[in-house]
């Protein structure tokens, strides 16, 4: 897989300037962006000529683009050609549940003794303008600084291989939290960021991974929940 939590450039470290990374890189992470934070929602279709007026790039990188992510699970190719963004089933949402409340907590407890002060204060403002983003009901907002967050502290753990892996799941459930988060608004997605960042400042790595665990939980199980409560994903999507 290419890129990883690490190599985002949501992570609150400065990102590169444009004229440094090759179009290619640019356009792959402004789709991948898209479909993370659920710009492009489940069992939308995708096309090279809506994706080159949406980004402005050529045929050449928007189709490697679409390769890539295809790759990395967060797009599908149909048949006739088509591309999508995966509807997840409640089975998909499951497994992606087991994933994430086992690689995550690990991620969170590695970090613990790598992590400075510094960051932690880095953390701290992050989650500050999560609470702002929860507060204005800014749906696009709270998905980019939650992600920014978690990102941001497993990076800290230095364990790429886990990184990517953390970072396909992401992209597979991205789109389809944006589209109950959006349902539900909100006020109804409170976090355990705090629980995480006190254990976090105390070095203890049981209690993080703990508190990440539970995070993970919370939200992927509101996401179950509304699935289950509707027919099918298309009704929690109209």
Known sequence: ???????????????????????HQQVYQQLRNAVMFGELTPGEAVTIQGLIERTGAGMTPIREAIRRLTSEGALEFRGNRRVIVPTPTIKDINE??????????????????????????????????????????DVEAYLRHNYAFHAKLYAIADAPILNEVAES??????????????????????????????????????????????????????????????????????
């Open 96 to 137: 992606l549940i087991l994933l994430r409340e086992f690689i995550e907590p690990q991620l969170a407890a590695m970090a613990v003794g790598n992590i400075t002060d510094s960051q932690i204060a880095e953390l701290t403002e992050i989650d500050s303008i999560l609470d702002d983003s929860i507060s204005r009901g």
């Open 1 to 23: 897989m290419q890129g990883s939590f690490e190599n985002n450039h949501t992570l609150g470290k400065e990102p590169q300037t444009e004229r440094r990374i090759p179009v």
């Open 169 to 238: 799941i992401w992209l597979r459930f991205g789109p389809a939290m944006r589209v109950v988060c959006g349902r539900m608004g909100t006020q109804n997605l409170p976090d355990k960021h705090k629980k995480a960042l006190l254990a976090l400042t105390a070095r203890d790595s049981e209690a993080t991974a703990e508190a990440i665990r539970e995070d993970v939980h919370q939200g992927m199980e509101q996401m179950r929940a509304a699935m289950e409560n509707s027919s099918s994903f298309a009704e929690v999507i109209d």
